[in-house]
């Protein structure tokens, strides 16, 4: 029963890894693309400044596409939130079973704080992104 429930641990394990590099993937492709297109709406509504229309037009985009960046920016840092307590819980899971069948020596507990600290890295990649993807666009529109 014992090997059952270790494979049903680091089944969860693998599962949770592939999650989270989907949700860090995810957000940094988006948040390039966020910036390429939000900063060619911000140069063309400063460019149409002389037609209201346009100018409008894609300013109202600008603003859809901040606020769809926010809230794509905001799931994945609590997915990845989401994902690091839950690999906390199973990776203390495992350890407390490795120390009960006398093999914990096998396995460095210093790993799980070094899984908490690339959550950290995870999402200020993130964080620093999206603000990116936000501010950029801003700048090219301020200034051009």
Do not use: C, W
Request: charged share 15%; aromatic share 6%.
């Amino acid at each position: 029963m014992l090997h059952e429930i270790h494979e049903q641990l680091t089944q969860e394990v693998r599962i949770n890894t592939r999650t989270d590099t989907i949700f860090v993937i995810t957000a940094i492709v988006f948040n390039f693309i966020m910036m390429a297109v939000s900063s060619a709406l911000a140069g063309e509504a400063a460019d149409a400044r002389t037609d209201i229309d346009a100018t409008a037009t894609s300013l109202i985009v600008l603003i859809i596409n901040i606020v769809i960046s926010l809230l794509v920016n905001g799931v994945s840092i609590a997915g990845l939130m989401t994902g690091r307590a839950t690999r906390q819980k199973l990776s203390s899971g495992l350890l407390r079973m490795y120390e009960d069948a006398d093999v914990s020596k096998y396995y460095d507990a210093a790993l799980l704080s070094n899984y908490m600290r690339r959550y950290v890295l995870f999402v200020t990649v993130i964080a620093v992104l999206g603000t990116a993807s936000i501010l950029i666009p801003l700048v090219v529109l301020v200034t051009a």
